[in-house]
């Protein structure tokens, strides 16, 4: 029997379906970012009109119909209220109208179980790295099993520093990729360089780079921040890898789909000789397949929860999940 | 001959003019441009040392400096255990409020203070590490030295060590009530579950 997963948390309206810990279908509609970002309601307005049909086409792909449905999980956070509240509630109308289990899921969970299971990992340092988030995890047993937070970001995430570059700088759209594109063969620029320990900040960089677009040329400036900023995360990952004596490194989240971060860190993870695995760009961007990947896990532990328990919780922290 | 290997830098045991010395080496890392890794070791290299003598100079316990090159630390070795692999550690944990609380009073912030950089011999307690130390008079800088031990020992451990650097430092209190504020950013809350 398959277990559907439903992601809202964001900008993208996914719907995964997983059976025997693989992936069946991965679907989603993304919301179109422009020149001005995210507005939470609208966003939310643009879930609520793809729901029906992006859950439609996960049943199609998959080749189920509703009967074949045993369970249905839903990103309860972190994410932004009006957008996890448009998953939610469709999480919750499929429980009652199939007479299905229903589970709520970590987002931060779901990115790393896809790591692990398309990367073939066991027990990672994971580097989480997305618009909202970044830190540095890795899986604890006590209290509770949990990801344990490493280290983390001071102020925002790596992805919305890029984010906030790119709109501020007139790029379009105006999002990482395009800082990415517009720095290739860039020449390197010193910009500061912020790491603490375990933890490391985003906004001083930032400041200094925005503060030099009028007199610098784009390119090297793209290159420049870019190349800062995954430095930061990669010395990081690396404090944590040799701090716990781990011989598993995977990245995970949107900003995990940049190939040249992806090379800084296996060009790390060589060196050490630590096995170095992440997931295929569909399942690092936000996507339902990674909340089916848990639901599933979650589902056959027994942690299904009542419908009328179910809720949203913007600021859910990783490590207060409970992980199986 | 290699004796340790950090994230950033190795240490290699070495003998000069018939004397043991370590010699910390910053080596080159591969995934990082060119440029940005000669600045950061470099920068690193030298604030570390200047760090570190000025501290000698003053009183604060943590190994003698010999020499130090674009990338490299010559240090004088220091016998004892890493309190991180210490089972009883009070009085060290009191010697390190001390320490934490001199260096503070003289501007200075360690950066990465945790028991896996400080070594005890008896009574004889110093300070290792100082490759992400700064120059600070901020007290948020100085409250993450003091948030980056509570995160990494038992409550017990950090109360004797939070107690000691109240008793030493003159700013004490300000200071842990900005490392409050820290942990009360949505962020920290829940950072600790063990």
């Avoid at chain 1, 987002?107 to 066991?122: P, T, W």
């Avoid at chain 1, 925002?156 to 800082?179: E, Q």
């Avoid at chain 2, 440029?35 to 570190?52: G, H, N, V, W």
């Avoid at chain 2, 089972?87 to 001390?98: C, I, Q, S």
């Amino acid at each position: 029997m398959a277990v559907i997963g439903i992601e809202s948390s964001a900008h993208t309206f996914g719907v995964g379906i997983a059976e025997g810990g693989r992936v069946l279908a991965n679907e989603k509609e993304m919301y179109r970012i422009g020149t001005k970002g995210m507005i939470p309601d609208e966003v939310a307005d643009f879930h609520i009109g793809n729901a029906g049909g992006v859950i439609r086409r996960a049943l199609e792909k998959a080749g189920l119909g509703s009967g074949d449905i045993s369970g249905i999980g839903y990103t309860r956070g972190p994410g932004m209220g009006p957008c996890l509240q448009v998953g939610q509630l469709a999480a919750r109308f499929l429980a009652v109208r199939l007479g299905i289990r229903i589970v709520p899921v970590n987002h931060a969970v779901g990115h790393i179980e896809a790591a692990r299971s398309f990367g073939g990992l066991d027990d990672p340092v994971a580097l989480y790295v997305s618009g909202g988030n970044s830190q540095v995890l890795k899986l604890a047993e006590r209290p509770f099993r949990h990801y344990r937070v490493l280290g983390e970001t001071f102020d925002i995430g790596v992805g919305n520093m890029l984010d906030t570059f790119a709109r501020k700088t007139g790029l379009n759209p105006a999002w990482g990729s395009t800082v990415d594109m517009a720095g290739r063969g860039g020449r390197y620029i010193e910009l500061p360089y912020s790491v603490k320990g375990m933890d490391f900040s985003f906004t001083g960089l930032l400041t200094k780079a925005l503060a030099l677009s009028r007199e610098r040329g784009m390119r090297d400036l793209c290159f420049s921040l870019e190349e800062t900023a995954f430095a930061m995360l990669c010395e990081t990952a690396e404090r944590a890898l040799l701090l716990t004596n781990s011989n598993e490194l995977c990245v995970c989240g949107g900003v995990a789909q940049n190939a040249r971060l992806r090379g800084m860190l296996r060009s790390m993870a060589e060196e050490h000789g630590v096995r170095f695995g992440f997931a295929p760009d569909e399942f690092n961007a936000d996507n339902g397949g990674m909340i089916a990947l848990v639901a599933e896990r979650m589902l056959d532990a027994g942690r299904s929860v009542p419908v009328g328990r179910c809720d949203i919780e913007q600021r859910y922290r990783i490590e207060k999940a409970h992980v199986v | 001959m290699l004796v340790g290997e950090g994230a950033e830098a190795r240490i290699y045991s070495v003998r000069v003019f018939g004397k043991r010395l370590l010699v910390k080496v910053r080596e080159p890392k591969e995934y990082r441009v060119r440029e940005l890794d000669r600045a950061i070791r470099k920068s690193r290299t030298r604030r570390e040392a200047r760090i570190m003598s000025s501290l000698n100079k003053n009183g604060v316990p943590v190994p003698r400096i010999f020499a130090a090159g674009a990338f490299s630390i010559y240090m004088e070795r220091v016998d004892g255990k890493l309190l991180k692999d210490m089972r009883r550690r009070g009085g060290a944990m009191r010697r390190a409020g001390e320490i934490l609380a001199k260096m503070h009073g003289l501007g200075i912030v360690h950066g990465d203070f945790t028991p896996a950089n400080i070594i005890a011999n008896g009574s004889d307690v110093r300070v290792i590490d100082f490759g992400l130390s700064d120059y600070s008079s901020g007290d948020e800088e100085k409250a993450v030295d003091l948030l980056l031990m509570k995160r990494a020992v038992p409550a017990r451990s950090y109360r004797a060590f939070r107690d000691s650097y109240l008793a030493h430092s003159k700013d004490g209190k300000r200071i842990l009530g900005r490392l409050a504020g820290i942990e009360l950013r949505g962020r920290y809350q829940t950072r600790t579950l063990e």
